[in-house]
Antibody, heavy 120, light 108 residues
């Protein structure tokens, strides 16, 4: 069965860095675009970034541009999110999600999320 | 515009039909998806494409599109349908992803 498991969250001070991982299993990881989506406490969903199946295309939300970097290692079936210069407003549950779509974004499987808290 | 707009809250009587709407310019070009999220849980895809349901999603959930508006319809709402619902689609550039602000559905 398809599984996505996020890890790497925790409490970090403003201005510091953190790297999240998303370990995939149960499907051919190297064939799918994967996204990061976050949700601040009590707030809605916010798209963060995506990387295409082969890593050739990646896009970030404007709110994280220049600070967050998405990457993947298809040999390890793992997606990463390197988060630098963290701010209080980056506090959120971070989800990774598989994109089943081609011309449409279809996030058909999600992990359970990992909580990032940015606080001094 | 680069946003998707949803009503913050909607209520429906048990067993009745409810429509949740999502508006945005990019919806004239791209299909939307709909997600259900219950407290403390990850979002679950309930509708994608023109009107497709993933395996395991009850057929009381359906989708439609007209112009710049997409709708999620729940026909015969059940108590377990009480949740937050989000729409999602590409933005007009086709390389950023949008989420609506979410609609909290209350089943009375």
């Amino acid at each position: 069965q398809v599984q996505l498991v996020e890890s790497g969250g925790g409490v970090v001070q403003p201005g510091r860095s953190l790297r999240l991982s998303c370990a995939a299993s149960g499907f051919t990881f190297s064939s799918f675009t994967i996204h990061w989506v976050r949700q601040a406490p009590g707030k809605g969903l916010e798209w963060v970034a995506l990387m295409s199946y082969d890593g050739s295309n990646k896009y970030n939300a404007d709110s994280v541009k220049g600070r967050f970097t998405i990457s993947r290692d298809n040999s390890k079936n793992t997606l990463y999110l390197q988060m630098n210069s963290l701010r209080a407003e980056d506090t959120a549950v971070y989800y990774c999600a598989r994109d089943y779509g081609d011309t449409q974004v279809i996030l058909d499987y999600w992990g359970q999320g990992t909580l990032v808290t940015v606080s001094s | 515009s680069s946003e998707l707009t949803q009503d913050p809250a909607v209520s429906v009587a048990l067993g009745q039909t409810v429509r949740i709407k999502c508006q945005g310019d990019s919806l004239r070009t791209y299909y939307a998806s709909w997600f259900q999220q219950k407290p403390g849980q990850a979002p679950v895809l309930v509708i994608y494409g023109e009107d497709s349901r993933p395996s395991g999603i009850p057929d009381r959930f359906s989708g439609s599109r007209s112009g710049n508006t997409v709708s999620l319809t729940i026909t015969g709402a059940q108590a377990e349908d009480e949740a937050d619902y989000y729409c999602n689609a590409w933005d007009s550039s086709g390389n950023h992803v949008l989420f609506g602000g979410g609609t909290k559905l209350t089943v009375l």
